[in-house]
T-cell receptor, first 111, second 115 residues
Framework: EDQVTQSPEALRLQEGESSSLNCSYT??????LFWYRQDPGKGPEFLFT???AGEEKEKERLKATLTKKESFLHITAPKPEDSATYLC????????????FGRGTSLIVHP | EPEVTQTPSHQVTQMGQEVILRCVPI?????FYWYRQILGQKVEFLVS????????KSEIFDDQFSVERPDGSNFTLKIRSTKLEDSAMYFC?????????????FGDGTRLSIL
């Protein structure tokens, strides 16, 4: 069965304190890996798509990277407005294009 | 930027009643989805819809659920006889294409509370 595991479950940072979130996956083959941001009471907001090992995508203070077994979401010099739950979703090779979501990492950035 | 809109934002219903959750996908998107998220749990796939028919559904999407695209803009999820365990956030999503790497774009959800 395809599995997506995110760690840590929760992360508290001081403003400006850089860190990384992890998404590890076990799938038969990767079609795509997606990162989403989810604010409380809101829907997931698409951030990045990654496809091949070694690929990197950046947006403001966020950078997503991909290896054959995991993806990292690096947050550089975070601000309080970066506080949210970050979701990883993996699209596996096979019949279905439907992604499997991880449980997410809840990030709180203190001023 | 175009977005997926969902109504109502919160629905409170008595157990056994029928509910209809409504979604307006992004206008040039062709693929539509419903997901749910029980409080504190992960986002779970319910059903996908393309070309006016269901293309895929999960084990959760049993006979009490149905979907419809009644006109050119709306996409609905009906739950026929609600149970307490149907309480969750329900998200609609849409995508221009379905394939490798193609992201889905989500609405802000309907919080369904079954009493």
């Amino acid at each position: 069965e395809d599995q997506v595991t995110q760690s840590p479950e929760a992360l508290r940072l001081q403003e400006g304190e850089s860190s990384s979130l992890n998404c590890s996956y076990t799938v038969s083959g990767l079609r795509g890996l997606f990162w989403y941001r989810q604010d409380p009471g809101k829907g997931p907001e698409f951030l990045f798509t990654l496809y091949s090992a070694g690929e990197e995508k950046e947006k403001e203070r966020l950078k997503a990277t991909l290896t054959k077994k995991e993806s990292f979401l690096h947050i550089t010099a975070p601000k309080p407005e970066d506080s949210a739950t970050y979701l990883c979703a993996v699209q596996a090779r096979g019949g279905s294009y439907i992604p499997t979501f991880g449980r997410g990492t809840s990030l709180i950035v203190h001023p | 930027e175009p977005e997926v809109t969902q109504t109502p934002s919160h629905q409170v219903t008595q157990m056994g009643q029928e509910v209809i959750l409504r979604c307006v996908p992004i206008s040039n998107h062709l693929y539509f989805y419903w997901y749910r998220q029980i409080l504190g749990q992960k986002v779970e796939f319910l059903v996908s819809f393309y070309n006016n028919e269901i293309s895929e559904k999960s084990e959760i999407f049993d006979d009490q659920f149905s979907v419809e695209r009644p006109d050119g803009s709306n996409f609905t999820l009906k739950i026929r006889s609600t149970k307490l365990e149907d309480s969750a956030m329900y998200f609609c999503a849409s995508a221009k294409l379905q394939g490798d790497n193609q992201p889905q774009h989500f609405g802000d959800g309907t919080r369904l509370s079954i009493l």
